[in-house]
């Protein structure tokens, strides 16, 4: 069973514009502890490039277009994000590598989990070990 799937949000609003909203435990199965997001992102340069042992996240590409490549240890997929309607959810240990991102990208990440540097993979081989134990 794939460790990330994609979600689509509904779209509210009228002749005004779109309205999208996103509720902890109602459209992302967990309780939101921590938000972040990217922008200004350099031309070829690779974001994320680990995998967490404690934290799940949901990326939604809130403006722009990027790639993110997944990697649940069974599965790999490079999945395209350009709809601020759409996100990726990622459970715990699935290595992400974010790229390819357009000028006006604006990436939102939501996490489960407060930052913790501790709880990082950052070594591809050590994911993989970790993944067959």
Not at 14 to 37: A, C, Q, S, T, W
Request: proline letters at 2%; charged letters at 35%.
């Amino acid at each position: 069973m794939k460790k990330y799937k994609l979600l689509s949000f509904p779209q509210l609003g009228d002749d005004r514009g779109h309205l999208v909203v996103v509720e902890g435990m109602k459209n992302i199965p967990f309780e939101i502890k921590r938000m972040f997001y990217i922008y200004g992102t350099k031309e070829n340069v690779i974001r994320g490039q680990h995998a967490n042992r404690k934290s799940e996240f949901v990326l939604i590409n809130l403006a722009g277009s990027c790639k993110i490549k997944v990697d649940d240890g069974k599965n790999e997929e490079i999945l395209i994000l350009d709809k601020p309607h759409e996100g990726i959810y990622l459970d715990r240990m699935v290595w992400k590598d974010m790229y390819d991102f357009s000028k006006e990208s604006i990436l939102l990440v939501l996490s489960n989990e407060s930052y913790d540097s501790e709880e990082y993979v950052k070594d591809y081989v050590e994911f993989k070990k970790e993944m067959i134990k």
